[in-house]
Each structure stands twice: as structure tokens, then as C-alpha cells.
């Protein structure tokens, strides 16, 4: 039986920035300066218990998310999808927005927004390529054959961006499982972020 949590309830302590220790701190204010957001994400706060759990998450999630030669708005449609497949409601909608925010990267079309155009023509072959495989590497990696690696290099990927790539069907499976145990609500800070 699946058992649900009262909307504004986590299975674990929110930690909110006044009450995190001077690590924890440190660490949230690292998140706010790399994501470029005025607020701690509830996917942190619900760690703010545990720095070294924290610190760890944040690397992984900093350095395989944040940095690296794939843009930055490709790996935020790969999590949305993957999020989006699995039903975790958080990653889904938080990434989705990331993602959307960067749609002009894709197309200077007048309202366009990478979520919606995922599958569309107007998605470069290249990131459509991207998302199906690296969607088929986190829902069943072992699916993943020398042919969908063959297919990324003929989408015009090096190997390095390849395995850059794939790094994020281990970040979102990490990113969603995080989110769905905890439990955790879409920040209200997100909700209000104009469509």
C-alpha cells in the first residue's frame, strides 16, 4: 500500500537555512550561487540533517549535473524526461523548469519550450538522440547496447561527452530516488515561476 504524506510534510527534517549548521550552510549557499536561485530547493533542505550526506550529494549532483562540455540545458531535459517516465512528480517539475528557463539556447522561437518540443523537429536530432538513450540507460540500463553508443557518436558526441552523458542516467536515478523517499513537495518558490 502506498502511503502519502500531508501536502506540506517530508519523511525527513526540512532543514531551512536559519536552522542548518555553519556547514550545512556553506553548503546551501553553494547551491544557491551555482543553480543561480534566491532559495535553498526542498531536495537540499531535506538533507540539511546529514553534511556529509549533503556534501556528497551536492558533489555528485554539482559536478555531473553542473560541469562538463554537454550543455547544461541538454542534461536538465534528460532529467526531466527520466523524472517525467518514472512519475517522480519533484525532479520532473523542478528540472522541467530549468530546463525551460534555457529554451532560448535551443530555439529563439517566441514561446518555445524544450519540454514541450522534447520529441518535436524543432529538437536538434543530436539532443532528441540524448534523451532516448540516456532515458533507456536509467529506466533499464541493461538494455544499453554498443548501438545506442554507436548512435550518440553518430549524433556527433566524443566519447567523452558520451560517458558525460550516461552520467546522467546514474544522477537522476539518484535524484528521483532522494525525492520520492523523502517525500518532498514542489518548493513554493518554484510553483510561482511564471509559464
Known sequence: MNQTLPQ?????RMVSYDEASPEVQTIYDDTKKTLQLPFVL????CQGDNATLLKGNW????NTL???????????????NVS???????????????????????????GFKATQHINSPSMPVSYRTAVQIVTKAALNHSDISDEDF???????FTRREIQELMAQADLVNMLNT?????????DNELLETPE
Open 8 to 12: 506540506n510534510q517530508s519523511r525527513y
Open 150 to 156: 554507436n548512435s550518440l557518436e553518430k549524433a556527433g
Open 42 to 45: 526542498n531536495w537540499f533542505k
Open 59 to 62: 558533489s555528485k549532483l554539482k
Open 178 to 186: 532522494i525525492a520520492d523517499v523523502s517525500g518532498i513537495k514542489i
Open 66 to 80: 553542473m560541469e562538463g562540455e554537454v550543455p547544461n540545458v541538454l542534461k536538465q531535459l534528460i532529467i526531466y
Open 84 to 110: 517525467k517516465e518514472r512519475g517522480c512528480n519533484y525532479c520532473s517539475h523542478a528540472h522541467g523548469i530549468f530546463a525551460d528557463s534555457m529554451s532560448s539556447m535551443i530555439s529563439e522561437d517566441e
